[in-house]
């Protein structure tokens, strides 16, 4: 356990209250104001605080010194591949436990699910594929 929780954890967990308050208001308001899909409105927040992840992850939260595309690569499948699984677990989840509620309530809750589900998968492939460090060879 102490390999999986050591020093970046708070750090990671910093740089997510940012790339929540990007994302997290891009989607929201897309998804209220602008009328935008659930899918579409959750995918934009990940657009949003992708880069501003990439970045503060790989210099702050990881002192990642790797300069190439590989790289980039592999942290933008990391990002996708993640909010697939927590975005298609939490709306189903959420509409199974809330099934009396309006559809506007079962999405916006499971949006916010789905946020919790993908830090914690997004912490693992980050830390251990993403930003692994690579032996020298």
Not at 42 to 51: E, K, Q
């Amino acid at each position: 356990m102490g390999r999986l929780i050591d020093r970046t954890v708070p750090k990671f967990l910093l740089v997510g209250v940012v790339n929540t308050l990007v994302g997290a208001g891009v989607m929201f308001l897309l998804f209220n104001l602008a009328g935008w899909s659930y899918w579409a409105a959750s995918a934009a927040n990940y657009l949003a605080g992708g880069v501003v992840s990439f970045f503060l992850n790989k210099y702050f939260t990881f002192r990642n010194k790797e300069r190439s595309w590989s790289q980039v690569l592999r942290f933008a499948a990391t990002v996708a591949v993640c909010w697939l699984i927590a975005y298609a677990l939490a709306k189903p989840l959420v509409a199974l436990a809330l099934a009396g509620q309006e559809q506007r309530v079962q999405e916006n809750l499971a949006m916010a699910a789905g946020m919790c589900l993908y830090t914690g998968l997004n912490y693992l492939g980050q830390r251990f594929f993403a930003f692994k460090q690579r032996e020298k060879e």
